[in-house]
């Protein structure tokens, strides 16, 4: 079985700018999360889909939104680009939304985002 | 706000010597896991431990939770070189619905 998908694998872009990145999760997978990782911060998460419905979201501003197609494919876009968006971003996929039930992520590789 | 803090930030041992992590939480959770990640890449899932278990074992990995206390502990016994990675303890619980992972701990095992 593939793993989760995570494309590009690196991106460069300026302030400003607005950026798009893809997740396609682990086939059977219905629930996709998407995490923020720095030096400074850790991980945050951002935002969690199950079957094309926004579930949770983190205490990131307006600009971060995310989606998830009806394959369970998920895409999180970034506008107006700032210095401090610069991180990797991961996205993780499980059969079930995580949390409560115990829900075991798997993780893609990640987008690393340099903004200039 | 990070639900879990890690214990040490960093820690460096040698091969075969056991090494230790201890998280420690906030609110009431559901159950704890354990993640590892190799230098920029994905998390890897390692164990994960249920709030009504205290002592969980996978392979060469103990882990033990302690509700009243709100920490659990990670123990790697006999390390290798291939365990040089960052660990981290995510918790889920409440209504919460997600996963937060705590800020790490840097192992680093030298051959």
């Known amino acids: 079985k593939a793993g989760v998908t995570q494309t590009p694998r690196y991106l460069i872009k300026t302030r400003g700018q607005q950026v798009t990145l893809s997740c396609s999760p682990i086939?059977?997978?219905?629930?996709v999360s998407w995490y923020q990782q720095t030096p400074g911060q850790g991980l945050q998460f951002l935002f969690e889909?199950?079957?094309?419905?926004?579930?949770n979201k983190g205490n990131f501003p307006g600009r971060f939104s995310g989606r998830q197609f009806s394959n369970s494919r998920s895409e999180m876009n970034v506008s107006t680009l700032e210095l401090g968006d610069s991180a990797l971003y991961l996205c993780?996929?499980?059969?079930?939304?995580?949390?409560?039930?115990?829900?075991?992520?798997?993780f893609g590789s990640g987008t690393q985002l340099s903004v200039l | 706000s990070q639900q879990g803090e890690e214990d040490p930030q960093a820690l460096s041992i040698q091969e075969g010597e056991n090494a230790t992590m201890n998280c420690s939480y906030k609110?009431?959770?559901?159950?704890l896991q354990w993640y590892r990640q190799n230098s920029g890449r994905g998390l890897v899932h390692l164990i994960l431990?249920?709030?009504?278990?205290r002592e969980k074992h996978s392979g060469r990995l103990r882990v033990t939770l302690d509700t009243s206390k709100k920490s659990s502990s990670l123990l790697i016994t006999a390390s290798r070189a291939a365990d040089t990675a960052s660990y981290f303890c995510?918790?889920?619980?409440?209504?919460?619905?997600?996963?937060?992972f705590g800020q790490g701990t840097t192992l680093q095992v030298k051959p």
């Open positions: 993780a996929s499980s059969l079930a939304p995580s949390g409560g039930i115990g829900e075991k992520l798997f």
């Open positions: 086939s059977g997978h219905r629930s």
């Open positions: 889909y199950f079957s094309e419905t926004q579930r």
């Open positions: 609110t009431s959770i559901n159950n």
């Open positions: 431990i249920r709030s009504n278990e």
């Open positions: 995510a918790t889920a619980g409440g209504n919460t619905g997600k996963l937060i």
